[in-house]
Nanobody
Framework: QVQLVESGGGLVQPGGSLRLSCAAS????????MGWYRQAPGKQRELVTS???????NYADSVKGRFTISRDNAKDTVYLQMDSLKPGDTAVYYC????????????????WGQGTQVTVSS
């Protein structure tokens, strides 16, 4: 099992910044990609960004140039620096951990955090 604990959400004015953290703990070992998703009210959960264990990064077009993902493999923690925040960034942000080499019913083993609320409003 793996537990993911997010922190750092809150209320921020447009143009402001927040830094989210997601710390993983557990007893499963393997190559893993970590990522951030978000879900706004009435919308589907969407990928914000992801980072592989060797540092390959992917960003959604809507956050390119504003958000930065990073990870500390020694601490099994992933971070999301969010700058120039817009009201459209308001959502619950979830981190996940995907064990790319461990398949369950043909799907990579995936764990999710409980989510942290980010609200961008004046």
């Amino acid at each position: 099992q793996v537990q993911l604990v997010e922190s750092g959400g809150g209320l921020v004015q447009p143009g402001g910044s927040l830094r989210l953290s997601c710390a993983a703990s557990g007893n499963i070992f393997g190559t893993k990609t970590m990522g951030w998703y978000r879900q706004a009210p009435g919308k589907q959960r969407e990928l914000v960004t992801s980072i592989t264990e060797d540092g390959k990064i992917n960003y959604a077009d809507s956050v390119k140039g504003r958000f930065t993902i990073s990870r500390d493999n020694a601490k099994d923690t992933v971070y999301l620096q969010m700058d120039s925040l817009k009201p459209g960034d308001t959502a619950v942000y979830y981190c996940n951990q995907v064990f790319t080499s461990i398949l369950v019913d043909g799907t990579p083993l995936t764990y999710w955090g409980q989510g942290t609320q980010v609200t961008v409003s004046s």
